[in-house]
């Protein structure tokens, strides 16, 4: 990627640092607020050799897909600065309502996936660097869009804009990535959680009905009946309401699928 030509196109206050090859955007990010770097900083790579994905699972990073982390600086604690992740749903979700040209078949899946058509289109891991009063000092978003390319051996059945007709290069993507970041980023400081909330609650699949929460030791059935206001999912348990508040979520196949 050029960076000069990039860098004009990101939003007022933001900067992009472009990388060929990294081991991971995240990685880079964590670096960068290490050696003291000024935050507000995106970092993109063509592809990542060591690519991270949520609950130390790989995230595959072949050229083709964008790539991204977003280096914050954090004054917020540790739970208040966790929104974040919901925050980033966003702006991914209004990313691919804008390549996909409609928002008609797009939905959010807890904690912060996207999905098209049923399948995961993008990956988001928060990730912190720096402790210092309790609170981490820098926040990273670390954001995978599938724009040419899936993992065929998902956990979660993936696509890629490619196949749903949409051929978009990870410049053009991280222009509009960073636009709707900025402008949520915005949203959140000024009113804080409740209108990202709304608005995701709005968006996601499976609310009111039953799910399945995988966890490292246990898989749990419930109805999905609400998003706390830290984030975590309450679900609906025969035995009772359970906060969840890390897990992979999946849907019931039913009867007509
Ligand atoms: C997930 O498992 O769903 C989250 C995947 C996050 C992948 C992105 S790609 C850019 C950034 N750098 C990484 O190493 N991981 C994130």
Request: glycine content about 8%; hydrophobic content about 40%.
């Amino acid at each position: 990627m050029d960076q000069k030509q990039i860098n004009s196109q990101m939003p007022e206050a933001y900067r992009l640092r472009a990388f060929d090859v990294l081991d991971s955007t995240n990685k880079e990010a964590i670096r960068a607020a290490e050696k003291g770097e000024a935050a507000n900083l995106w970092i993109t790579a063509e592809s990542q050799s060591s690519g991270k994905g949520r609950r130390g699972r790989e995230w595959i990073s072949s050229e083709g897909n964008l790539f991204c982390s977003l280096l914050l600086e954090n004054k917020k604690d540790a739970l208040t600065a966790s929104q974040l992740s919901f925050v980033a749903a966003l702006a991914v979700y209004d990313t691919a309502a804008e390549i996909l040209g409609s928002a008609e078949d797009i939905q959010c899946k807890w904690p912060n996936d996207i999905l098209v058509k049923n399948q995961k289109i993008s990956g988001i891991l928060l990730e912190s660097s720096g402790f210092g009063n309790n609170a981490p000092e820098y926040i990273i978003i670390g954001i995978g869009l599938n724009l040419s390319s899936y993992p065929k051996e998902a956990l979660y059945p993936a696509v890629d804009f490619k196949s749903l007709g949409k051929d978009t290069t990870p410049k053009e993507a991280i222009g509009i990535l960073a636009k709707y970041m900025a402008e949520y980023i915005r949203l959140w400081h000024k009113e804080g959680f409740h209108p990202i909330r709304k608005k995701w609650l709005k968006q996601v699949k499976g609310q009111g009905s039953e799910i399945i929460v995988k966890l490292p030791s246990e898989e749990i059935i419930g109805c999905f009946v609400d998003l706390d206001l830290t984030g975590a999912l309450m679900l609906q348990t025969d035995t009772g309401l359970r906060l969840i508040t890390a897990g992979d979520v999946f849907f019931p196949k039913l009867a007509t699928d």
